[in-house]
């Protein structure tokens, strides 16, 4: 089946600093990309769509400055957590799907543990 | 305000034997229903779908039921074997008007399948 890899799977980093994580399809062309935040014990909730080529669409409550995302490629979506704080770990998580297809062939990531010192 | 509720976290089951895995939901837009599986360090897979058109869905082993009434969905596993023992998610979303995109996730049931 369709791969999308997910980079890094784990980052430590301090408060204050920025931080990206890069979501690849590795077989696939995919237009539109999801970001998804999930919280202990908690489910996945989408924070963005990035479609390729044009400004992402995010989720009330989620603020685009401070969660960047980039879609400059068919096969690549990079978030980038700026000015991280404590607050700010949590697991995220990317998904892809190929041009025209449903949620059927929705691939995600493995998933980057974000710890913010 | 959670809209996909998995109210059981986790489920024991002997191997050869039925796993049944609960989802409520209480938005009424919602039409399409899915359930991912999850196994640790990997992201979630697709496992099967149901439209709200149908109240029932078979793929081999996997069975998912809908009750539009209650706002209920369950997914069934026979037999189960070792290698189901993951996290499911059951999710959601309302194509006709317009959330295809959008997917609403419940917080997942561990399921554990023993020997």
């Known amino acids: 089946g369709a791969v999308v890899s997910q980079h890094p799977s784990r980052v430590i980093c301090k408060s204050g600093t920025s931080v990206k994580i890069e979501c690849r399809s590795l077989?696939?062309?995919?237009?539109?990309m999801f970001w998804y935040r999930q919280f202990p014990k908690k489910s996945l909730m989408l924070m963005a769509t990035s479609n390729e080529g044009s400004k992402a669409t995010y989720e009330q409550g989620v603020e685009k400055d401070k969660f960047l995302i980039n879609h400059a490629s068919l096969t690549l979506s990079t978030l980038t957590v700026t000015s991280a704080h404590p607050e700010d770990s949590s697991f995220y998580i990317c998904?892809?799907?190929?041009?025209?297809?449903?949620?059927?062939?929705?691939?995600f990531g493995s998933g980057t543990q974000l710890s913010v010192l | 305000d959670q809209q996909v509720k998995q109210n059981s976290p986790s489920l024991s089951v002997q191997e050869g034997r039925i796993s049944i895995l609960n989802c409520d939901y209480t938005n009424s837009m919602f039409d399409y229903f899915l359930w991912y599986k999850k196994y640790p360090a990997e992201g979630p897979t697709f496992l099967i779908s149901i439209s709200s058109i149908k109240d029932k869905n078979e793929d081999g082993r996997f069975t998912v039921f809908l009750n539009k009434s209650a706002k209920h969905l369950s997914l069934h596993i026979v037999p189960s074997q070792p290698g189901d023992s993951a996290v499911y998610f059951c999710?959601?979303?309302?194509?006709?008007?317009?959330?295809?995109?959008?997917?609403?996730f419940g917080t997942g049931t561990q399921l554990k399948v023993e020997l």
């Open positions: 077989d696939f062309q995919a237009t539109t």
């Open positions: 998904s892809a799907r190929a041009t025209g297809t449903g949620n059927e062939k929705l691939f």
């Open positions: 999710a959601a979303s309302a194509r006709l008007t317009g959330g295809g995109n959008k997917l609403t």
